[in-house]
């Protein structure tokens, strides 16, 4: 499920590109923006970014298929790509990269990093609960079943 930041991103991108190419971007329907949303979150770029990535897709990688967030995802990196050279972008996107750095640390600090991101803690069972005896004697018998060992 996506978030609201999420689902408002997708929005933007598919409204955004289906004013440039209508043809080539799909129905901004609720389930559309849902899913796309969930997938154009795994790129941590800035949010300014977008806008060039649906128009360097629509003006110079569009073909004749509807475009997927895939296509999408591979113009936000070329983008990326592109303001690493200019002094000003390359400021702004050294500015997110620090942003989500201390947010980061900022989760580590707190614990919360692997929660915020959906991992769950595994069970650990007691030192009581493990057959240590039983497990020494199996690897020993496995052992002298091999040829070369007595």
């Known amino acids: ?12 991108v598919l409204e955004y590109g289906k004013r ?28 300014q970014v977008w806008p060039d990535a649906v128009k360097l897709w629509a003006l110079e990688l569009a073909g004749p298929r509807m475009v997927t967030p895939r296509d999408l995802k591979q113009a936000a990196f070329a ?17 997110h990269r620090e942003r989500l750095r201390k947010e980061r640390d900022a989760q580590l600090a707190a614990g919360t990093f692997g929660e915020l991101r959906g ?10 609960e493990v057959d240590t005896a039983g497990i020494v004697e199996r ?11 007595s």
């Open 1 to 12: 499920m996506s978030t609201p930041q999420q689902r408002e991103l997708a929005a933007y």
């Open 20 to 47: 440039l190419a209508p043809d080539r971007f799909p129905q901004p329907s609720a389930e559309v923006v849902d899913a796309w949303g969930d997938v154009l979150a795994t790129v941590s770029l800035p949010p």
């Open 79 to 95: 983008v990326r790509d592109r303001w690493e050279s200019d002094p000003v972008r390359k400021r702004q996107l050294d500015a």
């Open 119 to 128: 991992y769950k803690p595994l069970e650990v069972g007691h030192a009581g």
């Open 139 to 149: 690897i020993k018998r496995g052992l002298r079943g091999r040829t070369g060992n």
